[in-house]
């Protein structure tokens, strides 16, 4: 199952992960099957839609336009998403048990949206003006689970290369 790692009552999106991974919990345990549960957190890449985060910032910082954040205080995972591919790859050839496994595919790194929106306004030189001081709502992503990694698979892209990739391809 593809879920997030978003906090289950964050929207009705994330409920609706976190239930159905609950079922597949529940029905691993109880029938003895193998359920794996693959906590997806910020992912990226080419050809995402505009209005997702990543490509809306990228989008408004190529036409210098103003942008408003929250305070930029919380912390994200960014993972590319071709990181994500080989994780779903990698997790169909692992050797796994029956019952439910559940792993959080990231990089294991997190960063500030601030320091995120700001890494990417220096590289794309842009003049846009931006206020971390509106008054917005915004997501947490759970702390808890064994990353992807501590099974194995390698992350490929760093955070910095990862964001570079999209913005100069």
């Not at 942008?67 to 796994?96: C, E, P, W």
């Not at 959080?104 to 790194?109: K, L, R, S």
């Not at 931006?130 to 915004?138: A, R, V």
Request: a positive charge; hydrophobic letters at 35%; aromatic letters at 14%.
């Amino acid at each position: 199952n593809a879920s997030t790692n978003l906090l289950p009552f964050t929207n009705i999106y994330s409920l609706s992960k976190y239930q159905f991974s609950e079922y597949g919990k529940l029905y691993a345990n109880k029938y003895n099957i193998e359920f794996i549960n693959l906590k997806l957190e910020l992912f990226y890449g080419r050809d995402q839609p505009k209005d997702n985060f990543i490509p809306c910032i990228i989008d408004r910082l190529e036409r210098n336009k103003v942008i408003n954040l929250s305070s930029g205080t919380q912390k994200r995972d960014m993972i590319h998403i071709s990181d994500v591919v080989s994780a779903f790859k990698y997790i169909l050839y692992y050797d796994t048990h029956a019952g439910f496994q559940e792993y959080i595919v990231g990089t294991g790194e997190k960063h500030t949206i601030k320091e995120t929106v700001l890494f990417l306004k220096d590289k794309l030189k842009s003049t846009s003006k931006i206020t971390f001081e509106y008054n917005t709502e915004y997501r947490e992503t759970s702390i808890e689970g064994r990353l992807i990694s501590d099974i194995g698979h390698q992350i490929k892209y760093t955070w910095h290369k990862g964001l570079e990739s999209i913005i100069f391809t």
